[in-house]
């Protein structure tokens, strides 16, 4: 499976699981919709990054680390939005 079919079935869960989210999603508003849906499609890229195999030349490794620090921004982003 070369990086390509990976990141794109990765983009394709984290698609399926926003638009699955936002479909069960209570009829109350949210605060921060936009940023619950891009967090959790970013722990599901982590999650299948994690699970794919090792042999990327490093590359999977440093996705990995990119998307735990968007991960951090993100969350970074809703504490500083509900404080101010």
Do not use: C, Y
Request: charged share 20%; hydrophobic share 45%.
């Amino acid at each position: 499976m070369n990086l390509w079919k990976i990141s794109t079935f990765v983009l394709l869960v984290a698609l399926g699981a926003t638009v699955t989210l936002s479909a069960v999603t209570p009829a109350q508003a949210e605060p921060q919709p936009h940023m619950q849906a891009a967090l959790t499609s970013l722990k599901v890229a982590k999650d299948q990054l994690e699970k794919a195999t090792a042999d990327k030349g490093g590359h999977r490794v440093k996705a990995i680390g990119h998307v735990k620090d968007a991960i951090s921004e993100v969350e970074k982003g809703i504490a500083f939005d509900n404080k101010h």
